[in-house]
């Protein structure tokens, strides 16, 4: 017996319905199993026979209750005595009158009805609460999601912790008589673990974004851990879902965005201006930002915000990541707005917390703080 079939023939859900996210199945058999457990504890129901329902499945099993647990439970006090005949009296089997002899035994259809309408007892007793419960977890399951539960469920509700990957920044740090840059993404960095302590910084924009997200996991019960994108290797982004903050300073962003439609584009020569391309329009350079330049003189951020199954690691990742720190904010304020995520859902069509989705933000820049981020481009496959 498959979850799936419980859940549409029990609890009305579509074919189709995600089990992932609407676990209403997996929660009723588990507070099932608990009260079996809690029922059979109770002396008064030793003797009867006994349905367990086993993790990992929906059948029940039956079974006949422990042999100790045929111990008869009347106190020896109540139990009439037997007389022991005089030695000169044929021997006789004195038996109270209510008690049947060894020659008339109880029969097996007597004995198979004290044991089983009690269990038909505890049965019928199952289903109500099952019933009971696909009412109460049902009305909870069936209630409309928020859109941000929408955009986060895939990573709230994974089983394995969420890989929150942070961007880094170059330093330089004088060893000896040689200047050493950290270079982030390095395949082989064990010459400069001296210096990692160090070295090892995280920009405040993005620490920014990683307080917002980690708090949102942790307020849903979900575990987490946070890295550097220096020290990530790529076998870790199989690992469980991921969020990649940051661009420019986090090279797993660049890497794992550049197959999608809107990508961050890198200058070919010493130019300072990045750009977020998009591949329908190549010769576009509007969304764009000098890297290089005082926080003070950006006027105008650019970012990508995301959530796409990644091919290459079948994982779901979300992507918050500006050209320059502000844009990185107003990526990561983008993704925990309810308003402003109820209005991409609004216009993204039926199922949309299905799909994968990118959007091109901008915000308006003062002296390196963003305003309010607006949408330029969205897309959805």
Request: hydrophobic share 40%; with cysteine.
């Amino acid at each position: 017996m498959k979850e799936r079939t419980i859940g549409i023939e029990v609890f009305h859900r579509p074919p189709d319905y995600d089990t992932n996210l609407d676990p209403v199945v997996r929660l009723c058999a588990v507070e099932v199993r608990k009260r079996l457990v809690q029922y059979y504890q109770s002396s008064a129901h030793a003797n009867e026979l006994r349905i367990e329902l086993n993790p990992g499945s929906y059948v029940p099993v039956f079974s006949e209750p422990p042999s100790d647990a045929h111990i008869l439970q009347t106190p020896l006090a109540n139990v009439p005595s037997i007389q022991t005949p005089p030695s000169d009296v044929p021997s006789i089997q004195m038996l109270p009158a209510d008690v049947p002899s060894i020659a008339e035994p109880v029969s097996q259809s007597k004995r198979t009805e004290k044991i089983y309408w009690p269990a038909g007892l505890i049965v019928s007793g199952l289903i109500v609460v099952i019933v009971a419960l696909g009412a109460r977890y049902g009305r909870q399951f069936n209630k409309q999601r928020s859109a941000l539960e929408e955009v986060w469920s895939p990573l709230l509700t994974s089983s394995k912790p969420i890989l929150l990957c942070v961007g880094g920044t170059k330093m330089a740090t004088l060893a000896g008589t040689q200047l050493i840059e950290l270079q982030s993404g390095a395949d082989d960095d064990a010459f400069l673990q001296p210096f990692a302590n160090r070295n090892d910084f995280v920009p405040f924009s993005d620490v920014q974004v990683l307080s917002r997200f980690s708090s949102l996991a942790d307020a849903h019960g979900q575990a987490f851990r946070v890295q550097n994108s220096r020290t990530t290797v790529s076998s870790q982004l199989r690992e469980g879902p991921v969020v990649l903050i940051g661009a420019l300073n986090n090279d797993w962003t660049l890497n794992r965005t550049s197959s999608l439609r809107f990508h961050f584009q890198r200058p070919v020569d010493s130019n300072p201006v990045y750009w977020i391309a998009d591949t329908q329009h190549p010769e576009s350079h509007a969304w764009q930002v000098n890297a290089q330049a005082r926080a003070s003189d950006v006027l105008k951020d650019y970012a990508i915000a995301a959530r796409f199954t990644d091919e290459g690691t079948g994982q779901i990742v979300l992507v918050a990541a500006g050209i320059t720190g502000s844009g990185t904010r107003a990526a990561g304020e983008f993704l925990t707005d309810e308003a402003a995520l109820k209005q991409l859902a609004d216009s993204a069509g039926a199922d949309w917390g299905k799909k994968n989705f990118e959007v091109v933000l901008s915000a308006q820049v003062v002296n390196g703080m963003q305003g309010k981020p607006t949408v330029e481009a969205k897309t959805f496959w």
